[in-house]
């Protein structure tokens, strides 16, 4: 076992590194498209770039382009890749996290990290005598995993999770979680937990324990495969490169897009090296093993649909609403969708007044073709015909994913990932807690996706081709600004999602 001394140099270091990061990233300006790119961008199986992640499902650009590179930040993550490996950040043999959740915290977000940012806050959902996975499903980084069992009943199904390779000493994180109504009729109660353990009941001795391997699965499956292998792997990166290859500088449509697409190939560069490498965090969070993690990213891949990340297309698919049940983040997350949808149409209605004027637009057809084939499964069945409409709600659909899906999936679960206790990262057989490094790590990986990034409430009418698209930019500006006023009115909930929060892009 190594001493408290090596691990609290160990530690520090890390720490120092994180605070560092977390300082030195500023918000990157989006700048007008370049009157030419510097050629196309190419895909190439994610193997080819990081020669030490063996995945070659996935496709990533094989150079990030000139106008996005930052050669020292590449250097930088290089430097820290290669540090993981000869002074890592976890310790074999290290003793167990502190009982007390405060105290882990304490010990793990010292004074100058909360310097930085604020340290978490329990929402109300794990703060009882129990998680409330009922009040999980409905509000917060979880909405959006319900799908219909049947008999008037909803389901958490991550069975998926099942067939890739865990670690020999945490349980599997194959598991299905059913919901029938509750008591009031609006809401939704966990009736059966179906994991390694059995079919187990509220009832059942071993419900605790089912629970947390659920919740496990949950934010295993929220962290790793929806965030960072759909929105960032797959549709933010597919959609990035499809706009640069078949869209001019001078385009409108790129116009409409680029502030949500500038940076994306060099924030995956980036994220890939401290996330996915055999060093990074998720090979040494989670409970799968190097094996199952590449695994995981691979298989799932092939099934992820752009229509999973739709929230007009989740809401009808789900029943929730048809069937009466109150979910806070329907709309929430539908209020946002909707000031989307209202600036792609009105923007989109500036440049082709008819569906006509777009039809004869070959390169909005290219565009479309080109995405349609570099992400899994293709377009929804609606995108057909093209229309001003459909195309208005793809690119709501697309806006959505890189700003809201990145959001709830990544930095909102900053108040949730942290309480371990009943929320963990690695369910141990024996009933331990995870060692220091695990949660060490946990912790600063979280505070980083927490860095500044470019606004979504900032003023992007410079990037439009002229006066009519710039005051359709400042006009969504002003409507963003309208709902953030009206919801400043009531106090902050930890599961809601507010316009100052988002981001205009998923990048650093």
């Known amino acids: 076992m190594p001493s408290s001394l090596q691990w609290v140099i160990r530690r520090s270091f890390w720490d120092a590194l994180t605070v560092l ?13 370049p009157a030419a790119f510097d050629g196309p961008v190419e895909s190439v199986p994610l193997r080819v770039v990081f020669p030490t992640i063996p995945i070659d499902a996935i496709p990533c650009a094989k150079k990030v382009p000139a106008d996005e590179a930052s050669p020292f930040k590449r250097r930088f993550y290089g430097l820290q890749a290669w540090l993981a490996k000869v002074f890592a950040p976890h310790l074999p043999g290290l003793p167990e996290v502190d009982p007390e959740p405060a105290t882990r915290l304490a010990a793990a977000y010292r004074a100058p990290k909360r310097a930085l940012f604020p340290a978490p806050l329990v929402p109300p959902e794990l703060a009882g005598a129990e998680p409330d996975l009922g009040a999980l499903a409905l509000a917060g980084p979880y909405y959006g995993y319900l799908t219909p069992a049947g008999d008037g009943r909803w389901q958490w199904d991550l069975r998926e999770l099942g067939d890739f390779e865990h670690r020999p000493d945490v349980y599997n994180l194959g598991s299905r979680v059913v919901f029938e109504r509750d008591a009031a009729g609006t809401g939704l109660t966990p009736v059966l937990i179906e994991c390694e353990l059995g079919a187990i009941v509220p009832s059942d001795p071993h419900w605790p324990t089912a629970r947390a391997i659920a919740l496990c699965a949950l934010t295993t499956h929220c962290g790793l495969i929806r965030h960072f292998n759909g929105v960032h792997l797959t549709f933010g990166s597919a959609l990035a490169i499809a706009a640069r290859n078949t869209l001019p500088a001078d385009h409108p449509l790129l116009r409409l897009l680029w502030p949500h697409i500038y940076g994306t190939q060099y924030s995956n560069e980036m994220a890939t090296l401290s996330q996915l490498d055999p060093g990074g965090d998720f090979a040494q969070m989670y409970g799968f093993t190097l094996r199952g993690l590449y695994d995981a990213f691979e298989r799932t891949y092939a099934n992820l649909r752009l229509s999973d990340y ?12 048809a069937a009466g049940i109150a979910s806070p983040s329907a709309s929430d997350f539908g209020a946002m969708y909707a000031l989307f949808e209202a600036h792609a149409r009105e923007y989109l209605g500036l440049y082709y007044p008819t569906d006509a004027d777009l ?54 679960l900053w108040n949730y990932q942290l309480w371990t206790h009943v929320h963990p990262v690695r369910v141990y057989r024996d009933g331990r807690r995870e060692p220091l490094d695990v949660y060490q790590r946990l912790v600063n990986s979280t505070m980083i996706l927490n860095v500044e990034r470019a ?37 902050r909930q930890l599961w809601k999602l507010y316009p100052d929060m988002l981001n205009a892009n998923m990048n650093a």
């Open 21 to 33: 990061k977390y300082r030195g990233n500023k918000p990157v300006h989006i700048p007008v498209p």
């Open 310 to 321: 739709d929230p007009v297309a989740y809401l009808e698919s789900s029943g929730l609403q």
């Open 455 to 491: 606004s979504l409430l900032e003023d992007y009418s410079y990037l439009a081709l002229d006066e009519r698209g710039a005051a359709a930019f400042r006009t969504f500006l002003a409507r963003l600004e309208a709902l953030q006023r009206e919801l400043d009115d009531d106090p």
């Open 359 to 412: 039809a004869a637009d070959a390169a909005v057809a290219q565009w479309l073709d080109a995405f349609a084939k570099a992400i899994p499964n293709g377009l929804p069945a609606w995108t057909k015909p093209l229309t001003v409409a459909s195309l208005a709600r793809l690119v709501a659909v697309l806006i959505y994913v890189v700003v809201v899906e990145h959001e709830i999936r990544g930095t909102l």
